[in-house]
């Protein structure tokens, strides 16, 4: 199963970017998809996550500015960011939590490579 990220690149602040990222393989189930970031030295955070059902959960920095959004059929996510600020400067993840191979008897947790998102000042 690999993830496959797309839609970074260089914004002003107060500019929007939309994030993809598409899962393929031998997926059974995907019960949770989110993205995260990472600066450079410092810990990796979540931005945003929903389950298969559609309940979304972001972080306060990000709460107002960015939604999350998946297409099931697709098993794709989305990342919708607007109001974008210079520290909203990161490489951005995407994850998938669930289940893989014949009768979805393996447990899924995959990244992608990511994708660098920069805002300028």
């Known amino acids: 199963v690999q993830l496959q990220a797309s839609g970074g690149g260089l914004v002003q602040a107060g500019g929007s970017l939309r994030l993809s990222c598409v899962a393929s393989?031998?997926?059974?189930?995907?019960?949770?998809m989110g993205w995260y970031r990472q600066v450079p030295g410092q810990q990796r955070e979540p931005v945003a996550t929903?389950?298969?059902?559609?309940?979304?959960n972001y972080p306060g920095s990000v709460k107002g500015r960015f939604t999350i959004s998946r297409d099931n059929a697709k098993n794709t996510v989305y990342l919708q960011m607007n109001s974008l600020k210079p520290e909203d400067t990161a490489v951005y993840y995407c994850?998938?939590?669930?289940?893989?191979?014949?009768?979805?008897?393996?447990?899924?947790?995959?990244w992608g490579k990511g994708t660098l998102v920069t805002v300028s000042s």
């Open positions: 929903i389950t298969s059902r559609g309940s979304t």
């Open positions: 393989g031998r997926i059974f189930t995907i019960d949770r």
């Open positions: 994850n998938a939590e669930g289940t893989w191979g014949v009768a979805g008897i393996y447990n899924l947790d995959v």
